[in-house]
């Protein structure tokens, strides 16, 4: 037998092995010696409201090139899949590759739609609406030659022709209308530009700069109708929504949302202006009500507010996007940002992404759900999970979980164990009182965590492979797997039901007769 099989097949009886004894270990009603406890009363009559899943709606991804693979269209299908998946939104349908723009001998502007229509009509087709970046400049009408560090080096600069820009938008957009027709159109949003307040926009100044850049290109997206959406700033760090809301009220420019993004490691001082310290646990939720507070006090307080990017961090760091602490993360980050914002869209569904060049190992902390070879991580689980939330959110005391009502009656409650990343952090007990419930009922309970629907472990196991063998992978895609539910019967008398989650762990609790 060749070594790396057998390190391959001992991997395998040591990960079944350790997912056998964890699984048994954490089973709801068992205890588990260390453990803290915590008891949590859930009022199952309890007022509620309207809870619209926000947060699985809107995914980013890879360039708009990549949507092109076949390996991009299968992770897209899997993400939708298990979420609410409606919109996905990418950068650089104006880069190079793509080809929209070019210029002929006689320096005419020469359009190229090729591409563009593989792309939409790809997304289309998987039941996927473009939420469109505006981005980044063609080489042919760039002002300078200046371009962005990525991978793929994007062209930043201001046009060195702005009715050319227009001209750009407006014929993107009278060809997408002729395409697809005003009705689907209507339906998608148009975003400008990506993060001009960072590296991505070299006009100077950047704010006002990008100001005429957004009036430009939304005056001429209304010229070819009024019902197309579109929005801005699609700031980094929570920046300009103010001063942006306060100049498209003065200049009387067309705006239908704003836009904006936030990481869990951006600093105080870029967020907010202050030198305080503000978790990775905070920020984004932080951040969040900061901008729903700017909106509601400005010019225009209707405007929905979309966070077009974010996530636990904007560095790649294995043990955060790559591992089960997203769970509670995102658990946590939903429950709190309830009410505040229209569209909170992960960065990103997929590592077929290449901002930082082509991926070199399964797990190295890319934005995606599915690592590369088609493997599910523990995010991906975790957003399956919380899929299963209801639409109607009951009141609850503060604590770690989230009590919904789906409309069928069935209870949908997702309970956690936050603890920073890495391996620290302690088990919880929570011992779970429904008052109201009548008659029996059992429980359902899904748990992701480090041996539940997380290949990380896996990985680790066979030594970290850089490119994993097929029977690797296929290891790795099981492992990937969301464990089946355990079913626990509770006493009419006194519903309730134990549960311990180990550091990382989510549950979804599922309520039924």
Same mark, same amino acid.
């Given at each position: 037998?060749?070594?790396?099989?057998?390190?391959?097949?001992?991997?395998?009886?040591?990960?079944?092995?350790?997912?056998?004894?964890?699984?048994?270990?954490?089973?709801?009603?068992?205890?588990?010696?260390?453990?803290?406890?915590?008891?949590?009363?859930?009022?199952?009559?309890?007022?509620?409201?309207?809870?619209?899943?926000?947060?699985?709606?809107?995914?980013?991804?890879?360039?708009?090139?990549?949507?092109?693979?076949?390996?991009?269209?299968?992770?897209?299908?899997?993400?939708?899949?298990?979420?609410?998946?409606?919109?996905?939104?990418?950068?650089?349908?104006?880069?190079?590759?793509?080809?929209?723009?070019?210029?002929?001998?006689?320096?005419?502007?020469?359009?190229?739609?090729?591409?563009?229509?593989?792309?939409?009509?790809?997304?289309?087709?998987?039941?996927?609406?473009?939420?469109?970046?505006?981005?980044?400049?063609?080489?042919?009408?760039?002002?300078?030659?200046?371009?962005?560090?990525?991978?793929?080096?994007?062209?930043?600069?201001?046009?060195?022709?702005?009715?050319?820009?227009?001209?750009?938008?407006?014929?993107?957009?009278?060809?997408?209308?002729?395409?697809?027709?005003?009705?689907?159109?209507?339906?998608?949003?148009?975003?400008? /530009?990506?993060?001009?307040? $960072?590296?991505?926009?070299? *006009?100077?100044?950047?704010?006002?700069? &990008?100001?005429?850049?957004? =009036? !430009?290109?939304?005056?001429?997206?209304?010229?070819?109708?009024?019902?197309?959406?579109?929005?801005?700033?699609?700031?980094?760090?929570?920046?300009?929504?103010?001063?942006?809301?306060?100049?498209?009220?003065?200049?009387?420019?067309?705006?239908?949302?704003?836009?904006?993004?936030?990481?869990?490691?951006?600093?105080?001082?870029?967020?907010?202006?202050?030198?305080?310290?503000?978790?990775?646990?905070?920020?984004?939720?932080?951040?969040?009500?900061?901008?729903?507070?700017?909106?509601?006090?400005?010019?225009?307080?209707?405007?929905?507010?979309?966070?077009?990017?974010?996530?636990?961090?904007?560095?790649?760091?294995?043990?955060?996007?790559?591992?089960?602490?997203?769970?509670? /993360?995102?658990?946590?980050? $939903?429950?709190?940002?309830? *009410?505040?914002?229209?569209?909170?869209? &992960?960065?990103?569904?997929? =590592? !077929?992404?290449?901002?930082?060049?082509?991926?070199?190992?399964?797990?190295?902390?890319?934005?995606?759900?599915?690592?590369?070879?088609?493997?599910?991580?523990?995010?991906?689980?975790?957003?399956?999970?919380?899929?299963?939330?209801?639409?109607?959110?009951?009141?609850?005391?503060?604590?770690?979980?989230?009590?919904?009502?789906?409309?069928?009656?069935?209870?949908?409650?997702?309970?956690?164990?936050?603890?920073?990343?890495?391996?620290?952090?302690?088990?919880?007990?929570?011992?779970?009182?429904?008052?109201?419930?009548?008659?029996?009922?059992?429980?359902?309970?899904?748990?992701?965590?480090?041996?539940?629907?997380?290949?990380?472990?896996?990985?680790?196991?066979?030594?970290?492979?850089?490119?994993?063998?097929?029977?690797?992978?296929?290891?790795?895609?099981?492992?990937?797997?969301?464990?089946?539910?355990?079913?626990?019967?509770?006493?009419?008398?006194?519903?309730?039901?134990?549960?311990?989650?180990?550091?990382?762990?989510?549950?979804?609790?599922?309520?039924?007769?």
């Amino acid at each position: 037998m060749e070594k790396s099989n057998f390190q391959t097949m001992l991997a395998m009886g040591s990960l079944l092995l350790a997912l056998l004894c964890t699984y048994q270990q954490f089973l709801p009603g068992q205890s588990n010696l260390g453990a803290r406890a915590e008891n949590i009363t859930i009022d199952t009559q309890a007022p509620s409201h309207p809870f619209p899943h926000y947060w699985e709606q809107m995914f980013g991804s890879g360039r708009a090139s990549l949507s092109l693979r076949e390996s991009y269209r299968h992770d897209l299908k899997a993400v939708k899949a298990v979420t609410e998946f409606r919109y996905v939104r990418f950068h650089g349908i104006f880069d190079r590759d793509v080809g929209v723009y070019n210029e002929n001998k006689q320096g005419q502007a020469e359009y190229n739609f090729t591409y563009v229509d593989q792309i939409y009509d790809g997304l289309l087709a998987s039941g996927i609406r473009p939420f469109v970046e505006l981005s980044f400049m063609p080489q042919a009408l760039a002002s300078t030659s200046q371009q962005q560090e990525f991978f793929y080096h994007p062209y930043i600069t201001p046009p060195k022709d702005w009715n050319r820009w227009g001209d750009l938008i407006g014929s993107f957009a009278q060809h997408l209308v002729a395409r697809y027709g005003i009705d689907e159109v209507s339906q998608w949003y148009f975003e400008v /530009w990506n993060e001009p307040n $960072i590296g991505f926009w070299a *006009g100077e100044p950047k704010q006002a700069k &990008y100001f005429h850049l957004y =009036d !430009v290109a939304a005056r001429s997206l209304k010229s070819v109708s009024v019902r197309i959406r579109v929005g801005g700033p699609a700031t980094a760090q929570a920046a300009w929504v103010s001063a942006f809301v306060a100049h498209c009220a003065k200049e009387k420019v067309p705006v239908d949302f704003v836009s904006t993004h936030v990481y869990g490691d951006d600093t105080a001082e870029n967020v907010f202006g202050t030198s305080q310290k503000i978790t990775r646990r905070d920020m984004v939720a932080m951040a969040v009500k900061k901008v729903h507070d700017e909106v509601a006090s400005s010019p225009m307080p209707y405007l929905p507010i979309i966070f077009s990017e974010y996530n636990a961090t904007y560095m790649n760091i294995r043990d955060i996007t790559d591992s089960a602490f997203m769970g509670p /993360w995102l658990a946590e980050t $939903i429950s709190r940002c309830d *009410g505040l914002v229209h569209l909170l869209s &992960y960065w990103a569904f997929s =590592d !077929v992404f290449e901002e930082q060049g082509v991926a070199k190992t399964p797990f190295y902390g890319g934005y995606g759900l599915v690592a590369t070879g088609h493997i599910s991580k523990a995010a991906y689980n975790d957003f399956a999970l919380l899929h299963r939330l209801g639409t109607e959110r009951l009141s609850e005391k503060p604590g770690p979980l989230i009590v919904t009502r789906r409309g069928d009656g069935t209870l949908a409650v997702a309970l956690w164990n936050y603890a920073p990343p890495g391996h620290g952090g302690v088990a919880r007990v929570y011992d779970l009182s429904f008052e109201g419930l009548r008659g029996a009922h059992h429980a359902i309970v899904w748990t992701v965590d480090q041996h539940h629907g997380s290949p990380l472990a896996a990985w680790e196991a066979m030594g970290g492979p850089q490119f994993p063998a097929p029977s690797q992978q296929q290891i790795l895609r099981q492992a990937g797997q969301l464990f089946p539910p355990i079913i626990e019967s509770m006493a009419a008398d006194h519903p309730s039901l134990s549960i311990t989650l180990e550091p990382h762990g989510l549950s979804l609790i599922e309520i039924t007769q």
